[in-house]
């Protein structure tokens, strides 16, 4: 019992210094598709952003709050977007928010008082398209990107496609069945 005491405390202290959000790095490349990106705001289609390079990661939050999504390019004009059913050919269905230039022009941020909107609410178990292109049409560059929660928000963000309801479900109920067995031993 005080091995499991001891451990549900080293659990809970390294929980509480951990550091939600996701992060992952890439690079738009010559080899990418393309796709005529919109303005900051999602309101028409970009003339100077008419066939821009762009890198999709899907994600999904676990609490509906505020969140940020930031991306940092080497060398040349990052764009960030996010979109709910992203399809390239249609880049104004979808659309939730948008970001551009923040600290300098390599780096692009929506939410945290920056980019449109400037408080960027996603809902729990939704699932989210994060797009990763360039203010210009030709623009190749690797990226650091990172969505995370901002403060008072309970919630993470995972990368990769939303659990089905009955996936968790069954999830759970292996949990439930793991910890009935060792409280019969």
Known sequence: MKKLLSLAL????????????ANWTGSLTVTDPTYNRTFQDGSGLSGI???????????????????????????????????????PATPLAGFVGG??????????????GQGTPTNLVLTANVQYYAITTSFANGETFNY?????????????????????????LALGAGLAAVAARRRRK
């Open 10 to 21: 080293i659990v809970a202290s390294t929980a509480s210094f951990a550091q939600l959000g």
């Open 49 to 87: 952003g008419s066939s821009v390079f762009y890198d999709v990661q899907l994600f999904w939050v676990t609490g509906t709050g505020q969140y940020t999504y930031e991306i940092v390019g080497d060398d040349e004009d990052t764009f960030a977007f996010i979109y709910t059913n992203f399809n």
């Open 99 to 112: 970001g551009d230039d923040w600290l300098d022009f390599k780096t692009s941020k929506i939410g945290e």
């Open 144 to 168: 650091r990107n990172e969505i995370r929660p901002l403060q008072g928000t309970v919630g993470d963000v995972k990368l990769g496609v939303v659990p089905e309801p009955g996936t968790m």
